[in-house]
């Protein structure tokens, strides 16, 4: 290994190997630095660079050319000089520039969080409630789709897709079908399918997990509940086609949904077949490898309370 | 009289044939550079010139030649970009159309120069006729031992296809062109890696413009240091400037860069003045995506000196007073001319080509083209028109390619110039909706400039 680049970002240091993106050296500093990242996607080769969330300003483009970058650029294309000095969320250019994308973002995309199923884990709502951003100033009509199913168990509901591509490179690079893409061009693109509106092989339940609002969605979770009310619980199973550890989610004692591990980014660890996902709903198909963890900040943990310790004047005889 | 390089033989009948073009002199670039010159030789011979890309970006030929990496055992391409497709730019294809010998010859040499053994011409698709001319012409060169193997004798080799785009603006961005090239959809791809490291089928590539490839032969031909002898400053060579909109003389001129845009637009050797006596209201000079500027700012400079035809001096006072030379598009509009309506049908035109890979250009187009609808259409209410500039801001330098820059200038700086017409429009919808608001509709005009003729 070639020796270690410093780069600086929002004022913190930190030593990566070269060829690392200025969004991976902050994810792995960590914390509030991170930019937000809708089309990027560690596991996906060549994603990155759509959704213009992640745009940060180099002030300094490395130790030996110290000239600022003239843009902003998007974080998660653009890897690491020595002596680079980024700035994030310590730049009002970079906090208004995407502030800029979300209110683009929200042009098509209606927060209806209330009836969505990826309400809790979104990142679009995430976004929008960090940038204060709750609607566009966009008057105009929005376009509307009708539900399609695509295959037997994924429903794409085209109005709340932001066109970040991952499942398109998902169905590229993990199956062997690809049947899907974007059709049309500028503000009429969408995500199409070319034969008979399936997506049928054994990898194609993963473009619902990498798709980051609700416009790819699980039919056999949609409408059962909100993921808040659910308690996620780490399991594997002996799998011929994956790597078969996933993430079961409880509504009681009946699994209700099953999807791949997912890292503190949203994003999916390894991608689960299709049999995992939609074929294996009873706790004796799995393995239990005990409570997923879930970071406190996440709407996801809001109903999950630890057994708070008595205060010692409460006699637990009384209780 | 302007000194022509490009279009010199352009009268001379049937010079778009080889024998014709050949009689002419054609073709003695190749000779001299296959036969006296080595690669390195007529890359120098380019970088003495000063020439500078020609399809828009200005950036220094020779330079980005010299970029181009070359690794062992790893062909190389040049493709010259004939997507011309900008509105108000016309100015390849009429060199394609009418002297198709001068673009084939320059691709030889610039294909000799970097060591490319294919290359390819990559026109719009809508383009038919220029299309087959080229291949004519291609055939030709073939025939007469000027493509092919062993060219010369010299012992190198060169293939050059002709091959015709999707159509769509886009395709012009040498990125996206490369994918449709490719065959694949034509999205721009995300710089860096550049095409001179990773290009056409991720080999080193350089994608010129048309009108750089044919200024290489006179190059080659009489001397990198007699070219930078014509025009002015860094702003060496000729340029072909398609003029267009209310002129006497709407066509393709070659001019010296440095002539004073006054004597373009109102001499009769160019533009040959305002058409129908009628005065200047406003200039894009380089194509629809560059500024427009009202016609006190396109004339003078800040300091009172006369504007030139050249990249310094069109951008000079930033885009506070300035603009860009591109790709030399040259639209001149008269008093009766809207501005309002004119920036809604740029508009339009960026809307229907986003290729809408990433947000702010796949959103903020559509946003910005409806808003100058409806401010055009009597509809617009005030807060539309600092709506319209931050809209712009926000897509401006955010995008992966520059068409979010493109179609953000043109809005930015209609109302940055002519608020008060965007205002006068939002007021007065009715009487707007009647006619253009001329230059009688100022509270406060601009200085009338008067003819020079």
Known sequence: MSEKVKVTIDNIEIEVDPGTTILNAARMIGGDIVPPAMCYYSKLKGSGGKCRTCLVKVSQGSAKDPRPMPKLVASCRTTVMDGMIVQNITSPEVIEARKGVVEFLLINHPLDCPVCDQAGECHLQDLSFEHGKDQSRYEFKRRTFEMIDIGDNIKLHMNRCILCYRCVYTADQITNQRVHGVLGRGDASEIGTYISKAIDNDFSGNVIDVCPVGALTDKTFRFKNRVWFTKPVDAHRDCDKCCGKVTLWYKGEDVIRVTGRKDQYGEVDEFICNTCRFDKKKTNDWTIDGPTKVSRHSVISANHYEEKELLPVIDRKIL | ?453
């Not at chain 2, 040498?174 to 999205?187: C, D, F, I, M, V």
Request: net charge negative; with cysteine; glycine share 12%.
């Open chain 2, 1 to 453: 009289m302007t000194q022509k390089i490009l279009l010199k033989d352009i009268n001379v009948p049937g010079i778009n044939t080889f024998d014709v073009y050949r009689k002419q002199g054609g073709y003695a670039a190749v000779e001299k550079a296959l036969k006296t010159m080595s690669p390195d030789d007529v890359v120098e011979e380019v970088k003495k010139s000063g020439l500078r890309g020609r399809g828009g970006a200005g950036f220094p030929t020779g330079m980005k030649w010299s970029f181009l990496a070359k690794p062992e055992g790893v062909p190389r391409y040049l493709v010259c970009n004939a997507d011309e497709s900008e509105p108000g730019t016309f100015k390849d294809r009429y060199l394609m159309t009418h002297t198709p010998h001068t673009l084939i010859e320059g691709m030889i040499v610039s294909s000799y120069a970097l060591g490319a053994n294919t290359s390819y011409i990559y026109v719009r698709g809508e383009m038919m006729p220029q299309i087959r001319i080229l291949e004519k012409a291609i055939a030709e060169a073939k025939n007469a031992g000027f493509l092919g193997k062993n060219i010369l004798g010299s012992g190198y080799d060169l293939e050059v296809y002709v091959q015709p785009g999707g159509g769509a603006y886009i395709c012009g961005e040498e990125t996206a062109l490369l994918e449709s090239l490719e065959g694949k959809r034509g999205n721009p791809r995300i710089k860096p890696p550049f095409p001179a490291i990773a290009g056409l089928y991720g080999c080193p590539t350089v994608v010129n413009n048309v009108e750089s490839i044919a200024a290489v032969s006179w190059i080659v031909v009489n001397g990198g240091d007699e070219y930078a002898k014509i025009g002015i400053g860094r702003s060496t060579g000729t340029k072909l400037i398609s003029a267009s909109g209310n002129i006497n003389k709407p066509g393709v001129y070659e001019i010296e860069l440095g002539l004073p845009v006054e004597e373009f637009i109102y001499s009769d050797e160019y533009c040959g003045g305002i058409a129908n006596g009628k005065r200047l209201k406003a200039v894009v000079a380089g194509g629809s995506s560059v500024p427009i500027l009202p016609a006190n700012l396109i004339l003078k400079l800040a300091n009172g000196q006369p504007r030139l035809m050249s990249y310094e001096s069109l951008s000079e006072g930033g885009f506070a007073t300035g603009t860009m030379l591109g790709s030399g598009g040259f639209i001149v509009m008269d008093e009766d001319s809207c501005i309002v309506r004119n920036t809604w049908n740029f508009s339009r035109f960026y809307h229907h080509e986003s290729c809408g890979q990433c947000s702010p250009c796949r959103e903020g187009t559509g946003w910005m083209e409806k808003v100058l609808h409806r401010i055009e259409y009597g509809h617009g209410k005030m807060s539309d028109i600092d709506l319209l500039v931050d809209v712009a801001k926000k897509i401006e330098g955010n995008t992966i390619c520059p068409l979010g820059d493109a179609a953000a200038w043109p809005v930015a700086s209609a109302i940055r110039h002519f608020r008060d017409e965007f205002e006068w429009h939002v007021k007065e919808p009715n009487a707007a909706m009647e006619g253009n608001y001329g230059l009688a509709n100022y509270a406060d005009p601009i200085p009338v400039v008067e003819t020079a003729n």
